[in-house]
């Protein structure tokens, strides 16, 4: 394995670890998903409906990270 290998795969170790964090919450319905950018003081809530579709976003990202570290 070489070092670019070795990273990646911790990368995406990391990046499945996080995911599965977020999304084995008991209920779904009551995640607050807090985005942070630079110079952001306050954080806005976003609508319900963006939190459920970055949720499906999350669970996808998680199969293809899953796939791909496999693969690694």
């Known amino acids: 394995m070489t070092k670019e ?6 990368q995406l170790d990391s ?3 996080k995911l599965k964090e977020q999304l084995n ?5 009551t995640v607050w998903i807090d ?10 809530l976003y ?3 963006f939190q459920h579709e970055l949720i499906e ?8 990270y ?3 570290f496999d693969e690694v």
């Open 5 to 10: 290998t070795f990273e990646k795969a911790k």
């Open 35 to 44: 985005i942070a950018t630079p110079g952001t003081e306050e954080m806005d």
């Open 66 to 68: 899953q796939k791909e």
């Open 25 to 29: 919450s008991e209920d779904l319905n």
């Open 15 to 17: 990046d499945i670890f």
């Open 47 to 49: 609508s319900n409906r």
């Open 57 to 64: 976003w999350m669970k996808n990202k998680l199969k293809e």
